[in-house]
């Protein structure tokens, strides 16, 4: 379960959203610059808001009325964002193994096998990101992101450069492996395609502000309204 | 050739490289990760050293090391002896002469790093001495260098604070850039074209040294 009320500034642009959802994969959707990287970016961590309050399975992890903000390491969320950002002097198990640092060497091994395996990125261990093409890359940085076991997955537009068969197998194999290892994921896209070909709940964001929030099929329609309304008007 | 003085050059940049490294890698990783208006403030105080001239610098740490402040009176009842007029003296002169030599060039090279690999390593739950270790350093190699390099060739060629701090004793304060100084008072330019050429022979080395060993291991972002 996924809570936050949200208030942040990034220069001139303001978001303030407040949702709470349980679904086990959620779209946030909306244009360009409506705020979805800066929603995740929130959530995940990284930036802290003005003021709000982010909880993950009822458990805060940001608080701004108590001065509460877990790093973003330790908050058990991942982000996987549309710029693979791999370490560029590791190799693609080395960038894998990054966040396994706890771990044996031999369960490390192990681990990292799986991810690969799970993205299909095996044959890609050796290799030097700097090898990789932006599909191949884009592997790696979500088998990197799930190796911790994280509770809460963040997706950024991830799957940009992967084709549109690739895209879908690896889609049907990562949302397979989110159920059984029970984590959430919320996946941002300005693609309405990805938000129906998933099948899920759609938080819709638009200039900063929560639309929207319910059924894929539901919202969309209802946006798809929305902007013919617009156009027969203007 | 006094080899007296050419051994504690090398002795004196030795030593005020390497604690200049334990400073200058977590201060200049606090300067470009960390937040909070007072970093603004603690960058200048890092590089005043850079626009003080090197005679005031060590005219203010001559007094302060001194028998009249209690920092020096702490100190000498510390270490049983004062630090003006010491090796140790030099040393603290030096780090404090060279620190934005240091720093600089870390701060430069720790910020070209892209700030999603930061980000990244952060959301994997690197701490910030291993973010600095595994992630900074290694991508930031040649700043690395150059703040070695730097630092090194600015304290084998300080003048100024390290006679008003060490004056001029043989085997403790007597650097190569004084025994320079007292040749050429001397009237004795012979020695001290000998002396001048071995303190540019050794930046010339260092440089060569460093910089050939940067190539071959292929060395390319700053």
């Known amino acids: ?234 | 050739m006094d080899w007296q003085a050419f051994a504690l050059s090398l002795r004196l940049a030795t030593v005020t490289t390497a604690i200049l490294l334990t400073i200058a890698v977590p201060l200049a990783a606090l300067l470009v990760l960390g937040r909070g208006r007072w970093l603004a403030a603690l960058e200048a105080l890092a590089t005043l050293p850079m626009v003080l001239p090197p005679t005031v610098l060590g005219f203010f740490l001559l007094v302060l090391l001194g028998p009249r402040t209690a920092v020096g009176r702490g100190i000498a009842a510390l270490l049983g002896h004062p630090l003006a007029f010491s090796f140790t003296g030099l040393v603290v002169g030096s780090v404090i002469y060279s620190l934005p030599f240091a720093v600089q060039p870390l701060v430069a090279g720790f910020a070209s790093v892209d700030t999603a690999l930061v980000d990244a390593a952060r959301l994997l739950g690197a701490s910030p001495a291993r973010l600095v270790t595994s992630i900074l350093l290694p991508l930031a190699r040649r700043s690395l260098l150059a703040a070695i390099v730097l630092s090194f060739l600015h304290t084998i060629g300080e003048f100024g604070v390290v006679l008003m701090l060490g004056g001029d004793i043989p085997g403790a304060t007597r650097t190569l850039s004084i025994v320079l100084y007292n040749q050429v008072e001397n009237f004795d330019y012979a020695a001290a074209n000998h002396t001048a050429a071995i303190l540019l022979g050794m930046s010339v080395l260092a440089l060569a040294l460093i910089y050939s060993k940067a190539q071959n291991h292929g060395v390319g972002r700053a």
């Open chain 1, 1 to 234: 379960m996924l809570e936050f009320s949200l208030n942040a500034r990034r220069g001139s642009f303001h978001l303030q959203v407040e949702c709470a959802f349980a679904s086990d994969w959620t779209v946030v959707f909306g244009p360009s610059g409506s705020g979805k990287s800066t929603l995740l970016r929130l959530l995940a961590g990284l930036d802290r808001p003005a003021r709000g309050r982010i909880a993950l399975d009822a458990h805060a992890i940001t608080e701004t009325a108590t001065g509460l903000h877990l790093a973003p390491g330790r908050r058990h969320t991942a982000l996987v964002a549309q710029q693979p950002a791999l370490f560029p002097h590791l190799s693609v198990a080395a960038n894998v193994a990054y966040g396994l640092r706890s771990l044996d060497r031999a369960t490390r091994a192990a681990r990292v096998e799986e991810m690969l395996a799970l993205t299909g990125a095996t044959d890609l261990a050796r290799r030097r990101p700097q090898d990789l093409s932006g599909g191949e890359a884009q592997r790696v940085a979500l088998a990197r992101a799930l190796a911790p076991a994280p509770r809460l997955l963040l997706l950024d537009e991830p799957f940009s450069a992967l084709d549109g068969e690739a895209s879908d197998a690896l889609l049907e194999r990562l949302q397979s492996w989110l159920r059984e290892n029970r984590v959430q994921a919320v996946m941002a896209t300005h693609d309405a395609t990805d938000a129906l070909a998933t099948s899920a709940e759609v938080l819709l964001l638009r200039e900063g502000r929560l639309a929207a929030h319910g059924p894929a099929a539901e919202v969309l329609a209802a946006e798809r309204e929305r902007l013919a309304t617009r156009l027969r008007i203007t």
